[in-house]
């Protein structure tokens, strides 16, 4: 046998890692102690996955396979303390070695690496680490040393790539490669010479991995081959004899998160397009959810040769759904773009998105504490479908959960909303906003409170763009409350509330409000009188033809609206503070007047999570006042 742990190649180039890798090194090394065997999984993964590519080049007849099967192998040598994964999968030549283990080009590592400096606060990274996978990376947490001998099938040249995981890498060519596919040597650290024990290695494989579809077998010198895991596709498997540890391990080894699936679902489809199709959805959010790179986790297999793991067929928003389709009736073509273009995976997309749904309101109904924590995760991506794709919104309709102001503990839906209409009520209604705390306290519920109308409070930032294209719901339109003038004055009061004194819009009312609106100029688009108002003294509205004002706010973000969209400022007569403004007379008070109706705007402002216009000057302006106030105090 050749001794592979020769010192580096004269010939070899060295290269440094890009920065990328650097830091990901540094921290999956420093940060993982308890979880270090995941290692391993991903090694196995990484072997499953090249086997599988050579599986789908030579059905395709591309490539040549080895003749005795695909397989992977585990070595384990006491003597030279290493750890082996072998696969005689599909090989890696000097480019793929280069950007597969040389750089991170993955948007996926890149997503993680963000998220991971922007949590490590909150969370230690030990356990967000221990979450995602994180590649062939994992390897530096139990070895001080990594080669990886390689061979491209189809090709005769082999390679050598070789590290010592802290700042470089080389490549050389090598006679030491296997005939097919890749042996990874781990030089293990003293610390992690338990990994040396068959033992160990066989109850870490059973657990993690178990269910890929390549089988996998120990080897230890003196010791017979242990076969631990017979490479039997899982999804091909009759249900009843699939354990929900089996089904968990396959959702992680697919979706490469560390989480329980929150529901399972495996079904085989008959009739017309026959399939076998598993699918996951996962018991927390995966960390680059809202990354527009984030690519999808659904594996499509053709008679159990694997044809893409980023397979067309969810749509983006069921991005959270980790999938595995099989399907017999796909043609396995050379070209991956041809099979996603076949007429059939419509189909079998359509039955797929059909039957998600279909079981998300079963777990809906048959367990609600389980599914508000699926609508708490996945609520937001769902959303998005009631705008993308209209032919599903009933269905997603019924799935939908909200918080409402009369139910702040949410779960509410559209159904129980349009139970509860008050009389005379006409339009479901809403209020869009970031943040759900200044939702729940907004002015603008005042009046809806006193008439008992439920308003929904929509928090996501997906809510604006659906209640805007939306047509109504069971035929009550929806209607944003801080958009145009409420229609609620024919709904009678709710139990225990009193008419309120409603001021009269007098001559001297009339011309306060006229006076603030020359003051405001260009802040505003109008002033006027309010009937939603209570207790506050003011609140911003958007005009009736004017979007509604978060969406307003998203789309002039986003360059899509011209921010000079006005407000209306409505103004609550019956308020001491307007009050007073309308009773100031006389030629001094025009600078008073002049600054107390720029404040209005401003705590309208504030009032809405708003930042108000000029910040440092509103301070300024507001402490002028409380001075003269206390002064006026002290004197009296
Ligand atoms: P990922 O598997 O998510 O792509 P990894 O860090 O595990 O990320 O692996 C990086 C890349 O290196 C793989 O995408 C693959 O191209 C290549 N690679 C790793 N291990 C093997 C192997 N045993 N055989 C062939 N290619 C491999
Ligand atoms: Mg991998």
């Not at 039955?351 to 609600?368: F, S, T």
Request: hydrophobic share 40%.
């Amino acid at each position: 046998m050749t001794d592979q742990t020769v010192s580096p190649d004269a010939a070899a180039t060295e290269r440094p890692f890009q920065a990328d890798v650097a830091r990901l090194l540094d921290l999956v090394v420093h940060s993982i102690y308890s979880d270090r065997e995941i290692f391993l999984r991903e090694l196995i993964s990484n072997a499953a996955d090249a086997c599988e590519k050579l599986r789908f080049e030579s059905a395709t007849g591309q490539a040549p396979a080895p003749a005795d099967g695909f397989r992977i192998l585990i070595e384990l040598d006491k003597d030279k303390k290493t750890l082996s994964v072998v696969d005689n999968g599909v090989g890696m030549t000097r480019d793929d070695l280069e950007s597969g283990l040389g750089i991170i080009a993955n948007s996926g590592t890149r997503a993680f690496l963000e998220k991971l400096d922007s949590a490590k606060d909150k969370v230690s990274s030990e356990a967000l680490i221990g979450r995602f996978g994180i590649g062939f990376y994992s390897s530096f947490i139990v070895a001080d040393r990594v080669d990886v001998f390689t061979r491209r099938a189809g090709q005769s040249q082999g390679w050598r790539w070789s590290s010592d995981g802290k700042s470089a890498y080389t490549v050389a060519e090598s006679d030491d490669a296997p005939a097919f596919g890749t042996r990874v040597v781990l030089h293990l650290k003293t610390d992690a010479e338990d990994f040396l024990e068959p033992a160990r290695v066989e109850s870490v494989v059973a657990e993690h991995s178990a269910g890929v579809p390549v089988p996998i077998t120990v080897r230890a010198a003196g010791a017979e081959d242990r076969k631990v895991s017979d490479g039997a596709a899982l999804w091909a498997r009759p249900r009843g004899e699939i354990t929900p540890d089996q089904y968990k391990e396959l959702y992680q080894n697919v979706s490469g998160q560390f989480d329980e699936p929150a529901l399972t679902i495996h079904w085989r489809a008959e009739g017309r397009h026959e399939f076998d199709a598993l699918a996951f959805i996962p018991g927390s959010r995966p960390f680059d959810l809202f990354s527009p790179e984030r690519k999808g986790r659904s594996r499509l297999y053709v008679r159990r040769v694997l044809v893409s793991t980023d397979a067309d067929l969810l749509p983006p928003w069921l991005r959270f759904v980790t999938l595995i389709v099989d399907s017999a009736d796909v043609p396995l073509n050379v070209s991956r773009e041809i099979v996603q273009k076949s007429p059939v995976l419509g189909a079998i997309r359509k039955a797929v998105v059909g039957r998600i749904l279909q079981e998300l309101a079963k777990l809906a109904e048959n367990d609600p504490a389980k599914y508000s924590e699926v609508w708490a995760n996945f609520g937001a991506p769902l959303k998005e479908g009631l705008y993308e794709d209209p032919e599903r919104r009933d269905a997603l309709f019924g799935l939908a959960r909200f918080i409402s102001s009369t139910h702040p503990e949410g779960g509410r839906t559209l159904a129980h909303y349009v139970a509860d209409l008050r009389p005379n009520q006409t339009a479901i209604y809403y209020l869009t906003g970031a943040d759900a705390e200044a939702l729940a306290a907004s002015p603008h519920l005042e009046g809806f409170r006193a008439k008992g109308v439920e308003v929904l409070l929509l928090s996501d930032p997906v809510d604006a763009f659906w209640v805007s294209t939306a047509v109504g719901f069971e035929g009550k339109p929806f209607r944003s409350i801080t958009q145009g003038a409420p229609d609620i004055a024919n709904i009678p009061l709710a139990e225990g509330q009193t008419e309120r004194e409603k001021p009269e819009l007098d001559a001297s009312a009339a011309t306060c409000i006229a006076r603030i609106k020359e003051t405001l100029g260009d802040r505003v688009s109008d002033v006027r009188a309010s009937d939603r108002l209570a207790e506050s003294a003011a609140c911003l509205v958007a005009s009736d033809l004017a979007p509604d004002r978060a969406l307003a706010k998203i789309l002039a973000g986003a360059g899509r609206l011209d921010a000079s969209m006005k407000p209306v400022l409505e103004v609550n007569l019956g308020h001491p503070l307007l009050r007073a403004l309308a009773a100031l007379k006389g030629p001094d008070s025009a600078d008073t007047f002049a600054e107390a109706s720029g404040l209005v705007f401003d705590l309208a402002q504030i009032a809405e999570g708003e930042a108000p216009d000029h910040a440092p000057d509103v301070a300024r302006r507001l402490s002028n006042w409380m001075a003269r106030a206390l002064a006026g105090n002290a004197g009296a």
